[in-house]
């Protein structure tokens, strides 16, 4: 029997571990994309929504997942590993509160208030409050789950959810977001599969994991239409089965890895890969020099000579809020200038200032970072700042002059699975260093 999923180990003084990067060596080969992160965690909250036992594949293996396991398990559900597949067991779920540590740890536990008010007639989910890149707030999730007719407070930093009535049922309702909220959207997805009537979800969100999500509790018996599209159509039932799923590929992933390539002037295959899922980057990509050779289920991307773009985060379709710090890391190392425009969240910016410190060229003014490509950074250590500026870190010091220090691997862990062993099995030198590690010990992991 497999070890229950929990992260009981003490988790590392990752604080001050870093990934040492030796730079300046070609890439070549392929790598292997993961399950998406911000997939796998929403499916997994949505197996709150039935009694029956649920296995996802395909997923990835990252601290995000365990605490969302943890948070799962403190309701009473159960949550099991093999392999890349997590068993995940809904049906001793007798609790509807969620921890305030497991949901100021993990923002996305916060997923779990829409499933568990549709489960149990009731939630109480702390907020998750705001991170470093913005103040995230949840009032799209709770002005939608008050049209669905729950009575929603907000007292202590604590929302608390319950549908009056005998019979504790959310009532279908016409939602319009003021914004394409991704968790709003999946939230309120969650909410409406067992409501009793329709719901409309008008100025939803776009992005492929709404439409993973969509088609998981299709799979689950739930009656959805729409989902990739502005508006929603969820047709209530009265209880939802089992499913076997598959999570699908890693869109930021895979962009990180092409990223990997591009900045280094390789040649590299990534897969597996669903282009559509990521057209503005690859747009972007080939604008930048990048030559794309597409194949049944992925894509080699090949670079020589790099020139600078200019790009602006929006919501999906549009270039991904996610990529943005990577992406001007190879802008950093690019013939010419870029002008790269945050506007998704409101303090994304912050890897500029680690990317001066190894001697690139960029100016911000509000949300937005001139970039004057030049010819090569040199290594320096530095700090990621949030989980995908970190990513930007480890791409500049692949390309660097000397060696770099990434610190904030806490941020790193939780969105790419084993990043220094893949990059090292096409040529990348990284060693993951643990200064807490007793003298004598070598400082350097394997
Ligand atoms: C999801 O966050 C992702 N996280 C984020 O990935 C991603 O950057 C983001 O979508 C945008 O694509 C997960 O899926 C776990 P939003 P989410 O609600 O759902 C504003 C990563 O690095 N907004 O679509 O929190 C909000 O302030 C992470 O993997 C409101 O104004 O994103 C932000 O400016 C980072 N009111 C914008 O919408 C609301 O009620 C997008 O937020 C809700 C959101």
Redesign the pocket.
């Known amino acids: 029997m497999a070890a229950a999923l929990t992260s009981s180990e003490p988790p590392l003084d990752s604080d001050r571990s870093f990934l040492r990067i030796r730079g300046g060596y070609p890439l070549s080969g392929e790598l292997r994309v993961s399950g998406a ?2 997939s796998a ?2 499916l997994m909250a949505a197996c709150l929504l039935s009694r029956d036992s649920i296995r996802l594949r395909n997923v990835p293996a990252l601290t995000d997942i365990n605490g969302m396991a943890d948070m799962l398990e403190s309701l009473g559900g159960r949550v099991e590993r093999h392999g890349d597949a997590l068993e995940l067991d809904g049906s001793g779920i007798n609790c509807s509160a969620a921890p305030y540590e497991l949901v100021n740890s993990l ?2 536990s916060f997923f779990c208030i829409g499933p568990l008010l549709a489960r149990m007639g009731m939630a109480r989910v702390p907020l998750p409050g705001g991170c470093k ?9 709770v002005k939608g789950l008050k049209a669905l007719g729950a009575q929603v407070t907000i007292e202590h930093g604590v929302v608390t959810a319950a549908v009056p009535g005998p019979c504790r049922r959310l009532k279908g309702a016409r939602i319009v977001l ?7 959207t ?1 939230t309120l997805m969650m909410a409406a599969a067992l409501a009793d009537g329709e719901t409309v979800i008008e100025n939803a ?1 776009l ?1 492929p ?1 709404v439409v993973d999500l969509a088609d998981l509790l299709v799979a689950m018996g739930s009656r959805i239409r729409g989902a990739g599209t502005p508006i929603i159509t969820i047709a209530g039932v009265d209880h939802l089965h089992g499913a076997d799923y598959a999570v699908i590929p890693d869109r ?1 992933e895979a962009g990180t890895f092409l990223l990997a390539a591009a900045i280094t002037r390789s040649s590299l295959r990534v897969a597996p890969l669903i282009p559509a899922h990521l057209c503005a980057v690859l747009s972007k990509l080939e604008q930048a020099g990048c030559r794309l050779d597409h194949d049944d289920e992925g894509l080699t991307l090949s670079a020589e000579r790099i020139i600078g773009v200019d790009l602006r985060t929006q ?2 379709p549009g270039f ?3 990529l943005q710090a990577p992406f001007m890391s190879l802008l950093a190392t690019a013939e010419g200038t870029s002008m790269v425009t945050e506007v ?3 303090n994304r910016l912050q890897h500029v200032a680690e990317l001066q410190r190894m001697g690139a060229s960029i100016r911000t003014q509000g949300n937005t970072a001139f970039v004057e490509g030049v010819a090569r950074l040199s290594g320096a250590p530095v700090q990621g700042t ?3 500026a970190s990513a930007a870190m480890v791409l500049a010091g692949l390309a660097a002059e000397g060696t770099t220090d990434v610190y904030g691997l806490d941020y790193l862990d939780r ?1 790419y699975a084993n990043l220094e062993a893949k990059l090292n099995a096409v040529g990348a030198a990284i060693s993951r260093c643990d200064p807490t590690l007793k003298a004598g010990a070598s400082a350097l992991a394997a």
């Open positions: 992160k911000n965690l929403v923002r996305a890149i913005g103040s995230r707030p949840v009032e799209e999730h003021d914004c394409p909220s991704v968790g709003a999946e969100a992005e994991e930021i919501p999906f991904p809020t996610d998704i969240f409101e949030d989980l995908r969105g």
